[in-house]
């Protein structure tokens, strides 16, 4: 039979009652071989099939127990004296980081064969932060603590002591040993080590010793931890001993090898079988290779760590900004190299598209002042939006084509930039605004004939650049009051060329799609669908109307929602013979009346529906220079009033253009 393990029953007084207490009581365990062991175990204590016992395992925050399953009669009566008892075993406490501690273990005997309420830890599996130094435990244990804590008054974390209801011992020790030489000798109880551990009760002299030595040393003759206790308070006629252990948060394993217990007794050497004892698992003697590592390494992960997370927060921002910035450009592009700008220049010069720096929005997109740092030059950035990223080739190219034309009534266009779905126009900063700012609804600065004048004549020699000077013909295609800029000296300056449209010269106009800004659409362009600079003539009349009148090409007169279209009225004063009636309020008295009712004939004239009859950009600046004499209007047949009338007949409300739909249309879906 495998099993160690016996009783041996020494009745010394046969004659004597049951009740006798000289009953001689001796448990042998060379190993816990199973299947016989009359070992009842609980928590997560195994016994492993080789015969070790097991407390616990590399479970944490666990407690395991192990009791000889049946009682043990300690006294004869209940309040009897205790009976001497001796006790001896090896154990092994393996933890997996050799420096650093987890829960110890401990010999207990207790008044059941459990301890339910042990906490884990430093409590060692034995008793809880509630019951602890309770009288009514019945709890007898000596320590093997590999835990310092302090609301349990330990003296280091590697003692070993003798505690009566309470982990509090009432003595302890740091582990170690008397040697022969009265020399001390340190242990470690972590330390992998298998140790013996004795214990004695003296029933008469009540003094409790407990000594402990490295395995297969003998007993030392000098005590480790002694101390005289009457125990007979403390333990109950019928008692329960085991092993507890207790797990922390630390690795650990908790074995005892062997045990001898005896009571009643003479006092007489324990035997163990110390070479027959099972043996332990065999770990890796080196500690745990991530152990070692971190040992080594640490210094300089905690110091290459600080640089780490900088660099990480540093590649962060820069993925962020770059992302921020980040902008398209495709082959296609590096022709117009120079007009292209970085997005993030224009950031920095609109500081961040602020709201403070929105010049005004329109269905273009938004227009944001700002001033460039690197050319020290104030700029307007308009942002549109491109939801189709059709067309945007052709239009980017017409755009900066139309960036290299120079003409001191152009708004200039300094550059343009392209980025996830928006394109960023950059013209120069118009300091007086657009021009309708000064036209309608009682504005706060108001034009003189002169200043109007000037306006008048720097557009119309724009435009005749455009027309004719040009390299190719433009054909701006909403020429408008907004779309007029005013420089510092009120020059006026033809800007936003989002609809404007390039062929050459002598070419045939193309059936396009019909856009602009309802008021200022030529009629026969809506009919024909055919852009041509008379349509620009068309809505440059238009413009010299408005100018001199002050007033909206269309306007709505009363609550039935009528319009009244300005070339109408004008006609209408002119029919009357009081055309100068038709003048805006706000221009005062000191005017050219020659002037101005020749402007006014012109704006007339420009806005003929038949666009033959309307002069071209050469003859109006001559006319406006007075280079030329106005033909007489009676000539012109304006009996057609319905064809001057046809905007507002032919037009129904379906087909209004407002600059926001027409514009955006045109540009995104590259049907110019
Ligand atoms: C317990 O011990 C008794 C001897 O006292 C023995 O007869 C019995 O087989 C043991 N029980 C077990 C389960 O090993
Ligand atoms: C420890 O033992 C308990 C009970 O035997 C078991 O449930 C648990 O899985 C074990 N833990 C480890 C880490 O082996
Ligand atoms: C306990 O022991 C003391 C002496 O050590 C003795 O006087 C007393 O009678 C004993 N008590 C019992 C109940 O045996
Ligand atoms: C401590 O143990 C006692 C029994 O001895 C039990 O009643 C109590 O609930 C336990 N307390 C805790 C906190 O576990
Ligand atoms: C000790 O425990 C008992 C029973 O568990 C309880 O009635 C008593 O109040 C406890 N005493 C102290 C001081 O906690
Ligand atoms: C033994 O342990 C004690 C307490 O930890 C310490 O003060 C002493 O220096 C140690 N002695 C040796 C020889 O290591």
């Keep these: 039979m495998l099993v160690k393990f016996l009783i041996i029953v020494f009745l010394s007084f046969l004659s004597q009652s049951q009740k006798s207490s000289s009953q001689v009581l001796e448990l042998t365990y060379n190993g816990f071989r199973p299947p016989s062991t009359n070992i009842s175990i609980q928590g997560i204590a195994t016994i492993t099939p080789n015969g070790l016992l097991k407390l616990t395992n590399t479970s944490m925050q666990r407690t395991g127990h192990a009791f000889y399953t049946k009682p043990i009669r300690f006294k004869d009566s209940p309040n009897g004296n205790v009976s001497s008892f001796s006790t001896t075993f090896v154990f092994d406490i393996h933890s997996e980081i050799p420096t650093l501690s987890s829960g110890g273990m401990a010999f207990v005997i207790a008044p059941n064969p459990g301890l339910p309420f042990g906490s884990t830890f430093q409590y060692l599996g034995l008793l809880n932060v509630t019951n602890n130094g309770n009288d ?27 505690d009566i209801n309470s982990l509090i011992s009432v003595k302890s020790s740091s582990a170690g040993y008397w040697d022969e030489n009265n020399r001390f000798n340190n242990l470690t109880l972590i330390s992998r080590k298998r140790m013996q551990v004795w214990i004695d009760y003296d029933g008469r ?28 308070s403390v333990l109950l006629q019928d008692m329960f001993v085991g092993f507890s252990s207790a797990t922390g948060s630390m690795l650990s394993e908790h074995f005892v090898l062997g045990w001898n217990f005896r009571v009643n007794g003479k006092a007489q050497p324990l035997a163990l079988a110390l070479s027959k004892l099972p043996i332990l698992p065999v770990w890796d003697s080196k500690p745990p290779r991530f152990y070692s590592f971190i040992k080594n390494w640490m210094p300089w992960i905690s110091l290459l760590l600080i640089p780490l997370l900088l660099i990480i927060f540093l590649v962060r921002f820069l993925v962020r900004r770059k992302r921020k910035f980040a902008e398209e450009l495709e082959d296609w592009e590096t022709e117009f190299g120079k007009n292209r700008l970085r997005f993030k220049d224009l950031y920095y010069a609109t500081k961040g598209f602020k709201d403070k720096n929105l010049l005004g929005s329109g269905g273009f997109g938004r227009v944001y002042r ?17 939801e189709s990223r059709q067309g945007l080739k052709e239009f980017v190219a017409e755009i900066v084509s139309i960036g290299q034309m120079s003409h001191r009534n152009l708004v200039p266009l300094v550059g343009y930039c392209r980025r996830r779905d928006e394109l960023l126009l950059v013209y120069d900063y118009m300091p007086n605004g657009s021009l309708d700012k000064y036209l309608y609804n009682s504005p706060e600065v108001r034009l003189n004939w002169k200043q109007r004048f000037k306006v008048i004549n720097g557009v119309a020699s724009a435009l005749f650049y455009l027309h004719e000077e040009w390299e190719q013909v433009v054909i701006h295609r909403d020429i408008k009051a907004s779309n007029i800029l005013l420089d510092a000296e009120y020059n006026g300056r033809l800007g936003d060329f989002g609809l404007a449209r390039l062929c050459d010269h002598g070419s045939d106009p193309q059936t396009t799609r019909v856009v602009g800004t309802w008021g200022y659409l030529d009629p026969d362009h809506v009919r024909t669908g055919r852009a041509t600079t008379a349509t620009d003539v068309f809505a440059f009349g238009v413009l010299l109307l408005e100018v001199v009148c002050g007033r ?3 306007e709505i007169v009363n609550e039935s929602d009528d319009t009244v279209l300005l070339v109408e009225l004008v006609f209408g004063f002119w029919i009357e013979g009081k055309l100068l009636d038709a003048t805006d309020p706000n221009l005062g008295f000191e005017y050219d009346q020659r002037e101005v009712e020749m402007v006014l004939k012109l704006g007339l004239l420009c806005s003929h529906s038949d666009p033959p009859a309307r002069p071209t950009m050469r003859q109006v600046l001559q006319y406006l220079r007075g280079d030329a004499m106005l033909p007489d209007l009676s000539l012109f047949d304006f009996r057609g009033s319905e064809k001057m009338l046809g905007i507002s007949h032919r037009f129904s409300e379906s087909c209004m253009f407002t600059s926001r739909s027409s514009i955006a249309y045109s540009i995104l879906s590259g049907g110019r």
């Design 205 to 232: 002299t009540h003094r409790i010793d407990v000594t402990m030595a490295p395995f297969s040393e003998n007993k030392p003759r000098k005590l480790l931890v002694s101390i005289v206790r009457d125990l007979s």
């Design 136 to 162: 009514t435990n019945h709890v007898f244990a000596v320590e093997l603590d590999t835990i310092m804590s302090i609301e349990l008054n330990d003296m280091n974390n590697n003692h070993v002591g003798i």
């Design 552 to 554: 909206r090409p269309i």
């Design 370 to 386: 700002g001033f460039m740092l690197k050319t020290k030059k104030e700029i307007a950035v308009k942002r549109v939006s491109n």
